[in-house]
């Protein structure tokens, strides 16, 4: 089970540290915030409280991208990505 939990971690991080060597645009913004959508659906569906009361402060972080500058989108991208780092600690 550790060995699984470990493979699982390595190759999240990996895919991550992938992500961010390529620019951002508009898809990848997409492609992250419906990665975002999912963790948060799984959350919400497995009904563990102390999950569900974190997703609030996720939302706001959420709704804070929603003013984000369409000529440079590579902060919203790395809020993103620090936004599944924290998604994955839960």
Avoid: R
């Avoid at 550790?2 to 990996?14: A, D, H, Y």
């Avoid at 709704?63 to 993103?80: H, K």
């Amino acid at each position: 089970m550790k060995k699984i939990i470990l493979t699982s971690l390595m190759l999240g991080t990996l895919f991550l540290l992938n992500g961010c060597g390529q620019s951002c645009s508009e898809e990848v913004l997409k492609d992250k915030l419906e990665e975002v959508s999912e963790k948060m659906q799984e959350i919400m569906q497995s009904g563990d409280m102390g999950k569900l009361m974190s997703i609030a402060a996720y939302t706001q972080k959420l709704n804070n991208l929603q003013n984000v500058d369409q000529d440079n989108l590579e902060p919203a991208c790395e809020a993103v990505d620090e936004l599944l780092a924290e998604l994955d600690d839960l």
